[in-house]
């Protein structure tokens, strides 16, 4: 397994591709990520690097998390993400992480926090078609029945019903990555992105 970056979503664009070809995109700001803890299978059971993305005034975070930050290098950030490695020797603790482990062409997995969009009914949540709107008709938007009556008497686990909708975490698998920009730490990655601007994502390699 192999590491990857957290980035902030800047918004959609296009570019062109050298046929003339219009390629939309999002615009990741990747990085700059750096490295604030190595975890061994010795010490803590498995292997994983965390990096840090974003800054943060050090009297904002809490006190565990300035100790943790001061056996790092000092400096808090806003975002810190685990990464299964492989082999976390193969990185230093306040070592950089360049955007150059990614190029263009490649294919990556994106995981964000989608919009959360508030109470909503099942028509709006699930797609129900609803009843008729004519003819006298006093059902139009409810959901109806959700359970048997005797037999089993309760309702079922996982019913689709009204409730919260958005605020989760989606994962959007075979990316492709258009353009790698190392001087501005910026991603174009074709398509759209789960989560609003400014939000937060994952970027993994594939």
């Given at each position: ?156 686990k996982g019913k689709r019903m009204p409730g919260h909708l958005g605020s989760k975490k989606i994962t959007v698998k075979n990316i492709e990555v258009v353009e790698v920009r190392t001087k501005e730490n910026l991603l174009l990655l ?17």
């Amino acid at each position: 397994m192999s590491i990857g970056l957290i980035g902030k979503k800047i918004g959609m664009t296009q570019v062109f591709s050298k046929e003339g070809q219009m390629i939309p995109v999002t615009v990741v700001e990747a990085g700059p990520c750096c490295v604030v803890q190595k975890k061994t299978p010795a010490k803590d059971g498995y292997s994983a690097v965390q990096i840090s993305f974003g800054t943060k005034k050090i009297k904002k975070v809490t006190k565990p998390l300035q100790g943790h930050f001061k056996a790092s290098g000092g400096k808090a950030c806003a975002v810190l993400q685990e990464f299964r490695a492989d082999d976390v020797e193969a990185y230093q603790v306040g070592q950089e992480i360049p955007l150059s482990i990614f190029n263009a062409g490649d294919k990556v997995r994106v995981s964000g926090i989608n919009k959360g969009k508030g109470f909503a009914g099942v028509i709006k949540r699930w797609g129900f078609k609803g009843g008729t709107a004519t003819h006298g008709s006093m059902f139009h938007r409810a959901p109806g029945s959700i359970g048997a009556s005797a037999d089993p008497s309760r309702v079922l686990k996982g019913k689709r019903m009204p409730g919260h909708l958005g605020s989760k975490k989606i994962t959007v698998k075979n990316i492709e990555v258009v353009e790698v920009r190392t001087k501005e730490n910026l991603l174009l990655l074709k398509g759209s992105l789960p989560g609003a601007r400014n939000g937060v994502v994952t970027i993994y390699r594939q």
